[in-house]
């Protein structure tokens, strides 16, 4: 399983669109530590903004990268030769770590970025929190799209429209949260937690519970 987790991370870390996201990241600590230091902000407002800002687009940066997960191994058929010697449950496992330590190591590189720039960074545990499981929402998300189309192309088109959509939805659902409908879609997208309390959270860790589990349970009944 180790040995799965390592290969999935190192070739997705080494990967040309890999570089572009963390760069991209990169970019948008520098620029929002130059804003926050303009502007006067203080640095505990500047970690959870740009915290938010990661979630915001996590969903298509996870689908960017990783949308290929499982459907290149399954278009090439080089799941076959892993499947003698580990579980499924194991090869999932594997490549959704994979994807949550790929997304937390530039997390933390940016917000080193952001040290070296000169701010002063007040821990922010509930924002951190929120970004791990939103993360980890996105990773089940792209995760089930991969094992449902199982061909890399397909799978990059309806990940990089989710990941287009569903920031789209949040903010629809931030503007008419008054309506019923809207607060629901609220619930069920990762951006709002950002502004609710800290409890609230348990709600988005069973929504990526949910999604796991049938991501877990598609790949075990897979024909491959």
Known sequence: MLALYYADLKRELLSVRSLITIAL?????????????????GAGLQMSSLLAIYAFFAPFFVGLVFSGIFAYD????????????????????????????????????????????????????????VLVLSYMYCAALTCLV??????????????????????????MAAIWSAKPVWKVVGYLLPFDYFDLPVSHAAILAVIVVVLSATGLVLFDRKDL
């Open 25 to 41: 990241m990169v970019w948008v600590a520098i620029g929002m530590s130059k804003i926050s230091g303009a502007l006067g902000g």
């Open 74 to 129: 399954m278009e090439t058929q080089a799941i076959r030769y892993v499947l003698p010697f580990m579980r499924r449950a194991q090869i999932f496992a594997a490549k959704y770590l994979a994807i949550i330590t790929y997304f937390l190591v530039v997390v933390v590189v940016s917000l080193v970025v952001v040290a070296v720039s000169g701010h002063r960074i007040e821990f922010d545990g509930r924002s951190l929190l």
């Open 146 to 171: 991969s094992i449902v189309l199982g061909r890399q192309r397909p799978a990059m088109f309806v990940s990089l429209v989710l990941g287009a959509c569903l920031p789209a939805l949040g903010v």
